[in-house]
T-cell receptor, first 117, second 112 residues
Framework: DAMVIQNPRYQVTQFGKPVTLSCSQT?????MYWYQQKSSQAPKLLFHYYDKDFNNEADTPDNFQSRRPNTSFCFLDIRSPGLGDAAMYLCATPSEGGGASILRGYTFGSGTRLTVV | DQQVKQNSPSLSVQEGRISILNCDYTNSMFDYFLWYKKYPAEGPTFLIS?????DKNEDGRFTVFLNKSAKHLSLHIVPSQPGDSAVYFC???????????FGKGTRLSVIA
């Protein structure tokens, strides 16, 4: 089974100060996802990667960027965090290969809880 | 516009009784449906899934039912246990390669 590790678990940043969240996965899967979850809301997809092919959701703000330097690691950069960016950020990878194996779901990391002060 | 809807924000059930969590969807292209469980300060954990070629899938105490014509699925937990207290998310995908779309979740409280 894939393991997904997110660091840090909790991050406090100042309004407007750039912040980077990190994610690593142990299976070297070619697909990775970043979701944002605000309180009492659905996890919302920000980006996903198929290998190095980066897919930005249409409504993801420009303030959010992502980097994937290699298969195992993925970063979420928030260039100028606002109060509205406070949320849980979740990284995920498929638990198995593509196609109908989606029925085995994604493996999520424990998330990073971002607070903006 | 929400494609996956969980209209009950919360549900309380007594220990030993059945918990039924509901989910509706609007996108008729969805073919894969999953349920996730989430404890506070943790990431969601995969629970059970179903594809559109089936109408029921069972795994221990957990059963998922799918009604494609009504665009509705439900998760049954029987018997409910206090450890089942968590937020349950319904998720759907059109193909195996399109990202999962999630509902807002239902908070289940199982009372001893």
């Amino acid at each position: 089974d894939a393991m997904v590790i997110q660091n840090p678990r909790y991050q406090v940043t100042q309004f407007g100060k750039p912040v980077t969240l990190s994610c690593s996965q142990t299976l070297n899967h070619n697909v990775m996802y970043w979701y944002q979850q605000k309180s009492s809301q659905a996890p919302k997809l920000l980006f996903h990667y198929y290998d190095k092919d980066f897919n930005n959701e249409a409504d993801t703000p420009d303030n959010f960027q992502s980097r994937r330097p290699n298969t195992s690691f993925c970063f979420l950069d928030i260039r100028s965090p606002g109060l509205g960016d406070a949320a849980m950020y979740l990284c995920a990878t498929p638990s198995e290969g593509g196609g109908a194996s989606i029925l085995r779901g994604y493996t999520f990391g424990s998330g990073t809880r971002l607070t903006v002060v | 516009d929400q494609q996956v809807k969980q209209n009950s924000p919360s549900l309380s059930v007594q220990e030993g009784r059945i918990s039924i969590l509901n989910c509706d969807y609007t996108n008729s292209m969805f073919d894969y449906f999953l349920w996730y469980k989430k404890y506070p300060a943790e990431g969601p954990t995969f629970l059970i899934s179903i594809s559109s070629i089936k109408d029921k899938n069972e795994d221990g105490r957990f059963t998922v039912f799918l009604n494609k014509s009504a665009k509705h699925l439900s998760l049954h937990i029987v018997p409910s246990q206090p450890g089942d207290s968590a937020v349950y998310f319904c998720a759907a995908s059109a193909t195996g390669n399109t990202p999962l779309v999630f509902g807002k979740g239902t908070r289940l409280s199982v009372i001893a």
